[in-house]
């Protein structure tokens, strides 16, 4: 009878420690589970931090920048206008601005040209480390728009900030809106772009290259932008015209990218 209630003993004895084993691997279960909780959340919060301190930023910048309908004598004046003496102070990087008129309004910023195409991937223009980076040229180009192509990069931000509306343009139809784009520069011109060409292309794509050695290597460049383009616009860049092409990433892969190639078609001198 001992024995009996010896061996009921030890039974009872490894059920308590197997319950115990399993309240603890609880415990270390939901300490893991608030652990990613916690950790998912503060990523989301600086991520949002993120968003909103760099739309912030830019729209002080622009506050700072834009002189629409007065200059800064008080003075009355039609069009737009661009402080380059005040972004200068704050970014000797400072090249140009580029706007869109009248979509997407979203793009209108400061452009600036790094010493290398890294700083400014996570730099914005008051040199904040931030994702949202800042727009800038590539640096092989020459900073006065003189290049046969002038390349133009910017993020793709889910807050629909930097060059994340360029994606607008795979359709027909907001093109047909919205055909124009503007460059600013500090020796008073502006310089306005027809948009004639848009799409989808690999990192690696002809549609990088800065450089023609002849007009024949132009010609086919000018070709092959017009092939890849989504749609047939109906414009054709000539031997003797100037392209921008502004690049941004796209959610495919990291190596895609979206592209839209403008033409130049005006250039006007602006009065001080």
């Known amino acids: 009878m001992a024995e009996y209630r010896s061996t009921k003993h030890h039974r009872g004895r490894r059920t308590t420690n197997?319950?115990?084993k399993r309240d603890w691997l609880f415990i270390i279960l939901m300490v893991l589970a608030v652990g990613v909780f916690l950790y998912s959340g503060w990523q989301l919060f600086s991520i949002g931090k993120g968003y909103l301190d760099g739309r912030s930023e830019y729209n002080e910048i622009r506050d700072i920048a834009l002189l629409e309908d007065i200059d800064a004598?008080?003075?009355s004046f039609k069009g737009f206008r661009v402080n380059f003496e005040e972004l200068l102070k704050i970014n000797g990087d400072t090249i140009a601005?580029?706007?869109f008129d009248p979509e997407p309004s979203?793009?209108?910023y400061p452009v600036v040209q790094g010493a290398d195409n890294s700083q400014y991937l996570h730099q914005t223009f008051s040199a904040n480390e931030n994702t949202l980076g800042a727009i800038f040229m590539d640096m092989h180009n020459d900073k006065n728009f003189n290049d046969r192509n002038t390349i133009i990069y910017g993020h793709r931000m889910k807050d629909g900030s930097m060059f994340?509306?360029?994606?607008?343009?795979?359709s027909k139809e907001f093109w047909e809106a919205n055909q124009y784009f503007y460059i600013y520069t500090p020796d008073n011109r502006e310089l306005t772009y027809h948009i004639y060409s848009m799409g989808e292309v690999r990192d690696t794509s002809d549609t990088y290259r800065y450089?023609?050695?002849s007009d024949e290597e132009?010609?086919?460049?000018?070709q092959m932008t017009k092939q890849v383009s989504l749609y047939d616009t109906g414009i054709t860049p000539t031997l003797d015209d100037k392209v921008v092409t502004l690049s941004t990433c796209t959610s495919a892969s990291n190596e895609n990218r979206f592209v839209v190639r403008g033409v130049l078609i005006k250039e006007a001198k602006l009065s001080q």
């Open 18 to 20: 197997k319950k115990k």
């Open 73 to 75: 004598e008080g003075e």
């Open 97 to 99: 601005w580029i706007k």
């Open 106 to 108: 979203i793009i209108n």
């Open 164 to 170: 994340r509306h360029l994606q607008d343009y795979d």
């Open 211 to 213: 450089e023609f050695v």
């Open 218 to 222: 132009y010609a086919a460049f000018i």
